[in-house]
């Protein structure tokens, strides 16, 4: 079975993430079949907006850390790169539903995203430091004008994981909603969406983002630390020593 599902409903596509022996790790596949289901939802105009939701009570854990190991080199072509460089590009607007762990690459999307829901047991961490890796995703910059200089470097510099509540009051999620309504509300709202003029949506979210030039230019610096950093002792003895765990 495919550890990234598809489903289009009613203009919305919806993608999950669905490995859950590795809590919904993503691997270089699902790095490529997600793009690829963006990319492909793009370009058709039946597709009005996107929506981000895990299974098996949980968002992701992020990046597969065995891969960390195994691929350390970072170019323009690796899955993981043009990921983030295609959701810096969608044009059409995307949803996520967050329930249970929502780490590293897992909170750094809910950042390019337009609407964020997450239930009570969602729980939020950006662990870069604590692997000694750094951000990624323009989330050097955009968390601290999300949140605040200070709140930011809490998040990133201690790398503690936090709660639904805290991310509703740092205004990185929208709502709350209980835990059994979280998809159908979700959706619901990502239809809502796909029910409005699609030139105007889309204009609407462009001009909203007149930072995308700085968020790509900040992308790039973070990646050239990133590789750096995967190459080094300090990293690689963090990511050995969670998976001995
Ligand atoms: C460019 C992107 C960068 C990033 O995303 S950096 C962030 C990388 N991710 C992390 O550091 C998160 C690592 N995972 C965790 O902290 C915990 O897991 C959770 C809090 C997500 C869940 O904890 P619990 O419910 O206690 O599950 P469990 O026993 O730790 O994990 C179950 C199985 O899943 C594997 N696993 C979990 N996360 C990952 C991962 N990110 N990469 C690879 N494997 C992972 C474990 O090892 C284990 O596997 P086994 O049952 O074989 O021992």
């Known amino acids: 079975m495919s550890h990234i599902q598809v489903q289009d409903d009613q203009g919305v596509r919806i ?3 669905n490995r859950p022996d590795k809590r ?3 691997d270089l596949n699902m790095y490529k079949q997600l793009t690829e289901y963006l990319i492909e939802g793009e ?3 039946d597709i009005r907006a996107f929506m981000l939701y895990g299974k098996n009570n949980c968002f992701t ?4 850390i065995a891969d960390f190991l195994k691929n350390s080199d970072l170019g323009p072509n690796h899955p993981a790169v043009r990921f983030l460089f295609c959701l810096l590009e969608l044009k059409k ?3 996520a539903a967050v329930s249970g762990a929502a780490v590293g690459i ?3 999307v809910l950042l390019h995203c337009d609407l964020v829901y997450a239930d009570s047991t969602a729980k939020f961490q950006l662990p870069f430091v ?3 890796l750094v951000p ?4 050097s910059l955009l968390l601290p004008e999300l949140v605040g200089y200070q709140k930011a470097a809490e998040l990133l510099l201690l790398g503690e994981s936090f709660n639904a509540q805290t991310a509703h009051r740092l205004n990185m999620i929208n709502e709350i909603v209980a835990d059994e309504e979280l998809f159908s509300y979700a959706l619901s709202q990502a239809k809502k969406l796909a029910n409005q003029p699609p030139q105007a949506l889309q204009i609407t979210r462009q001009l909203m983002r007149p930072h995308k030039n700085r968020v790509q230019h900040q992308m790039h610096q973070e990646l050239e630390q990133f590789s750096a950093r995967l190459k080094s002792d300090e990293a690689k003895s963090r990511f050995q020593a969670f998976l001995k765990k």
């Open 15 to 17: 993608i999950s993430f």
């Open 24 to 26: 919904n790790a993503f």
């Open 43 to 45: 370009a058709d105009n």
């Open 61 to 64: 854990s992020g990046n597969d």
């Open 93 to 95: 607007p995307l949803v």
């Open 106 to 108: 897992g909170t750094t």
């Open 130 to 132: 604590n692997l000694a």
């Open 136 to 139: 990624e995703a323009g989330a």
